[in-house]
């Protein structure tokens, strides 16, 4: 049993649904039939297939649709044409006299109904994804390249940030040690002056009649 892929559509991916569905369209099949021959090639649902064809890949190809349109016409008006074989004649004849008559009829077809056409014009399309896959590449590579250089600053931010925290705190610790220096002299000249005031200050001591002597 194959396996229901999930993943998104690739270029290839729609490629293959646009040749498919534009070969069935071209030989008079159903949408449904090659919806179902994609999902077998390529591991998907047809449903999802018939939903990746009419919500996306379809409007890229309307001109390959009407050109296929055109070859599914010009290929069932040959194939009325084409004399009724004889009994002896296989269906193997019969269908290579169909394809000799259309061969032959294609000459005087306008070069954008042929096959080549169509050919070219899914080509065109395949480098024109390949194109934008390759854009992709290259912004999402820029991308990247922005999202480092914004690690970058953040990392330096935030270094930055640390050595303002830690000056901050120095600068703190160094402010109220100098107010404690501060409180220190002021505290020790207050003292100095107290002393020197105590100095002098007159002194007396008591003879022995109990008479006030002055020490000097």
Not at 15 to 23: F, G, K, N
Not at 170 to 175: I, K, S, T
Not at 180 to 195: H, N, Y
Request: charged content about 35%; aromatic content about 6%; glycine content about 4%.
């Amino acid at each position: 049993m194959t396996a229901v892929r999930q993943d998104a559509w690739s270029p290839d991916d729609d490629l293959i649904l646009a040749e498919v569905t534009l070969r069935h369209i071209r030989e008079g099949s159903t949408q449904l039939a090659a919806f179902e021959e994609v999902g077998e090639r390529i591991g998907r649902t047809s449903a999802a297939c018939g939903f990746r064809w009419n919500s996306c890949v379809r409007k890229r190809y309307e001109d390959a649709i009407q050109i296929a349109k055109q070859q599914r016409q010009k290929r069932n008006y040959l194939k009325k044409q084409t004399v009724a074989p004889t009994s002896q004649v296989s269906s193997l004849a019969v269908y290579d006299t169909e394809e000799r008559t259309f061969k032959q009829d294609a000459g005087s077809l306008d070069e954008g109904l042929s096959v080549d056409a169509v050919i070219r014009y899914l080509r065109g399309w395949k480098t024109t994804y390949q194109d934008l896959a390759r854009q992709i590449k290259l912004f999402e590579k820029e991308l990247k390249d922005k999202e480092e250089e914004l690690h970058r600053l953040r990392s330096e931010n935030e270094r930055l940030t640390k050595e303002v925290n830690s000056a901050q705190t120095d600068y703190h610790a160094v402010n109220d040690d100098y107010k404690t220096l501060i409180q220190i002299m002021d505290r020790a000249r207050r003292l100095t002056v107290l002393s020197n005031e105590e100095e002098a200050k007159p002194r007396f001591k008591m003879d022995a009649n109990g008479n006030l002597e002055r020490i000097e």
